[in-house]
């Protein structure tokens, strides 16, 4: 490990990102010991995991520009995109047995119970034949966050947080025309109470755990991805280092 993270020297004194890159080395012995250490447990019997995927959890209030700087890292990244809201949302549309209640939840800006919107996420998951994936509006709640860990079995290695002004969340909201339900000033107002109540203790936790990269989600989309984008780099760099290193 220590080889790896030296080896990576020559990168960070010439590189422009050279704070994420040493930040990102030190998060990746992390993201080493996540991904190969940590036991499994499958039928009540522990077992090691060999690899597992790589996570990244988008958070930020409503209208911060979550989905829409999704949209860039995929394109740039490679990502497998999973937003919460559009799975749920997609339950409603087909008339499934959940769907009246999530529905009634997203109009009422509340949240859906964590076992509905897990499950539907370890769906995708399983069926997208991806292995590195961005996983947008959710957790919500710090009872989602445990769900996740519980049933997914893996934290996240990497948590965005789309740090925006209310008064530009309201704003964006408002303008946003793709006929949402939520998209109202009566839930929007709702909905940042609950962010503020339920929403930021998760982001906190990640804060305390090392995990967390704070972005200013004001500006236009390009310079907001500009923040982004050395992270994902630094990530991508770090890994292929890793590869060279275990070839040799
Ligand atoms: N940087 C930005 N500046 C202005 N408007 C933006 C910006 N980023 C996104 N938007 C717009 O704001 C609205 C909410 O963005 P969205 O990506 O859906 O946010 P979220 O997923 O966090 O709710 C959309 O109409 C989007 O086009
Ligand atoms: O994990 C989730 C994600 C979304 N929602 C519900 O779906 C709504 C819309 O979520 P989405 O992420 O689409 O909204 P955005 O923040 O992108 O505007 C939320 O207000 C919640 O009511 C939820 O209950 N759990
Ligand atoms: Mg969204």
Redesign the pocket.
């Known amino acids: 490990m220590w080889r790896r993270v030296a080896s990576l020297s020559s990168f960070i004194s010439s590189s422009s990102s050279s704070s994420f890159v040493a930040q990102t080395a030190s998060r990746l012995n992390t993201w080493e010991s996540l991904t190969t250490g940590i036991p499994h447990q499958e039928n009540g019997v522990s077992v090691p995991k060999e690899k597992n995927p790589f996570i990244t959890f988008v958070l ?10 999704c949209i860039k890292i995929v394109e740039t990244f490679g990502f497998k995109h999973l937003s919460a809201g559009d799975l749920l949302r997609r339950e409603i549309a087909s008339n499934s047995a959940d769907g009246a209640m999530i529905l009634n939840t997203i109009k009422e800006g509340k949240i859906v119970p964590s076992q509905v919107t897990v499950k539907l996420i370890q769906k995708e998951m399983e069926s997208s034949g991806s292995n590195k994936f961005l996983i ?2 959710f957790p919500r709640t710090e009872e989602n966050r445990v769900s996740f860990e519980r049933i997914i079995g893996v934290e996240p290695n990497v948590v965005l947080f ?1 740090d925006c002004p209310e008064e530009e969340m309201v704003k ?2 408002l ?4 006929g949402r339900v939520d998209d109202n000033l009566e839930t929007i107002k709702k909905r940042l109470k609950v962010f503020e109540a339920l929403s930021l203790p998760v982001i906190n936790y990640y804060s305390h755990r090392g995990k967390l990269y704070t972005i200013k ?5 390009d310079e ?1 991805f500009e923040q982004v984008r050395p992270i994902f780099t630094a990530f991508e760099v770090c890994s292929a280092s890793t590869m060279i290193l275990q070839a040799q």
């Open positions: 930020g209030g409503p209208g911060s520009g979550k989905g829409t700087q947008d509006g789309f964006r909201l303008n946003r025309n793709q989600a004001v500006g236009t989309e907001i």
